[in-house]
């Protein structure tokens, strides 16, 4: 069997059930997870000192459990057992539908005549490939009403199309959808109206929705919805993250339905039609806003007074004794994040919906899971907290120069005066050189040679480029190409100031004019 890696936030969800207090059966049922590896994450928890009676468990918890029972994965080799029932496609096919039209045979029987051949496939796999290749169908089950829920125990969420309204900024008209939440012990509900059906409006609706009702219930039902699961499944869905951590926060369990399976919400299901027909069609409306406070008034006027025929009562009324029993909206209003698996460049930046952030050194080329808010950018490597910035908008850069190496730091600052601290850490006069380099208007546009002579105090020495540096501003020499020649050419060992030779001064009398050269005189003027 292929090991399957198991995130931090699947642990996180299996520790907070323990911690709310549900059996290890309810778990299984809801996460998928057996009782045995329910029973390992409780172990390995209690091990690093977490007591279930105690706090709530927090993501570094159910970080170290990850790593400590994180095993080395094997490949596995997938499509064998349909390998094998290909072989035999034909055969399986007459036995589970004859082409004379008879009753097939059970696929219980043909996974045992299957086994006399010498097909030993799983009976899971075999149920598969009848279905996609053999045209087999089981038969239709027996079902059965559940039983009725307590209040405040659950809520049962849906999707559904209303039609057009005006929208006056484009003035044309846009499809408006209808987010209905009901409350299954009561049957009140609440609609939010929206254009998109993304995770911020679902959201958003809950929101609104736990707002009007006045506090939470502590299972949610819903449609396996883009916005909230991330992959469908029968037993073990993938919930997206940003809708479990707003479960998380409200504290309800999602409940995802099974796909195309309406029973598993009947008591939203039919409130599409229902909103729609009764509540939507046949009137004027003037714009979203419009709807949305028509909405609210029809729930609590019109559809929460009639005679429910389920519950043969008002659900407004009925809603008065399930309003006790809902959890206490204590948290202020959620903010959705998104998520997105993010790439760090070799520029130390991650771009993230249309703007940038700095990353540390240490993470360039790797890929990141980057989770933003309203305000703030968060950035995790294998659940792992390693950056945080304020949130940009489209365009914008958030840059932290700490995550540079040091010696790029300065010139990405573009701070000449970082750089002039540097050289006097080198010597007196090249912190003087320095100096000279980095002045006037435009001091930036030396810095590479300001990383370059700090390069040098490296390849030959911190005094031997003092020593040139203090030569070349004897000189006036103001250029770092200059300072190399003269420690390559061994003329920084020469003392500037000393004498060379002896100074002779030339007689020049024989340039001199005589003092009559300028006298002048005046002219008389002709009359």
């Known amino acids: 069997m292929a090991y399957r890696e198991v995130e931090m936030w699947e642990i996180l969800d299996v520790l907070r059930r323990v911690h709310r207090g549900e059996t290890r059966a309810a778990i299984q049922r809801a996460t998928g997870r057996t009782r045995k590896t329910v029973r390992r994450y409780l172990e390995r928890a209690r091990r690093l000192g977490w007591d279930p009676s105690g706090p709530e468990p927090d993501e570094t918890l159910a970080l170290e459990v990850a790593r400590a029972l994180k095993p080395i994965g094997r490949k596995a080799r997938s499509g064998e057992s349909e390998a094998l029932l290909e072989r035999h496609a034909e055969q399986i096919r007459t036995w589970v539908a004859p082409e004379d039209g008879s009753r097939g045979l059970r696929l219980t029987k043909v996974h045992e005549l299957l086994g006399r051949l010498g097909m030993r496939v799983p009976y899971s796999s075999l149920h598969r490939f009848a279905i996609k290749r053999c045209s087999f169908h089981e038969r239709q089950r027996i079902t059965v009403r559940v039983a009725d829920v307590e209040p405040g125990e659950l809520a049962e969420v849906d999707f559904g199309r209303l039609g057009l309204v005006p929208d006056p900024e484009t003035g044309r008209r846009c499809v408006l959808h209808a987010l209905i939440v009901t409350l299954v012990y009561s049957r009140h509900q609440y609609i939010h109206v929206t254009t998109t059906q993304k995770i911020p409006d679902l959201i958003d609706g809950l929101e609104d929705a736990w707002e009007y009702f ?24 993938i919930f997206q993250r940003t809708f479990e951590e707003y479960a998380a926060r409200r504290g309800f369990v999602i409940d995802a339905a099974v796909v195309r399976h309406p029973t598993g919400k009947p008591h939203v299901e039919r409130q599409v039609q229902y909103v729609r027909e009764s509540f939507f069609r046949g009137e004027d409306w003037l714009d979203v806003a419009h709807v949305q406070r028509e909405a609210i008034r029809w729930c ?12 043969c009562e008002k659900p407004i009324v009925r809603f008065d004794v399930e309003k006790a029993a809902l959890h206490p909206l204590s948290a202020p209003r959620f903010d959705p994040p998104s998520w997105a698996k993010c790439k760090v460049h070799p520029d130390h930046h991650i771009q993230f919906d249309r703007a940038i952030y700095s990353i540390p050194t240490r993470h360039v080329g790797k890929r990141l899971w980057v989770r933003a808010d309203r305000k703030l950018v968060r950035a995790f490597f294998e659940g792992e907290l ?5 949130r940009k908008p489209p365009g914008g850069r958030s840059t932290d120069y700490d995550d540079y190496p040091k010696e790029l730091a300065a010139y990405a600052m573009r701070d000449p005066a970082r750089m002039i601290t540097e050289g006097r850490g080198q010597g007196k006069h090249v912190g003087r050189f320095m100096e000279r380099l980095l002045s006037g208007a435009f001091p930036w546009a030396h810095l590479r040679q300001a990383q370059r002579l700090l390069r040098l105090g490296n390849k030959y020495g911190r005094e031997r480029l003092d020593a040139a540096c203090r030569r070349a501003l004897h000189f006036d020499l103001i250029h770092v190409g200059r300072v190399q020649k003269i420690i390559e050419m061994g003329d920084d060992h020469a003392a500037p100031d000393a ?27 002709q009359p």
């Open 214 to 237: 006045g506090g939470v219930t502590a299972r949610v039902v819903l449609d396996n919805l883009r916005a909230a699961i991330t992959k469908s499944d029968r037993y073990d869905p």
């Open 300 to 311: 609590t006027e019109i559809a929460g007074q009639r005679i429910h025929g389920s519950i």
């Open 386 to 390: 390693v950056k945080t910035h304020p």
């Open 499 to 525: 004498p060379r030779g002896q100074l002779v001064l030339l007689p020049a009398a024989r340039f001199l004019r005589p003092a009559t050269s300028f006298s002048h005189t005046a002219r008389k003027e």
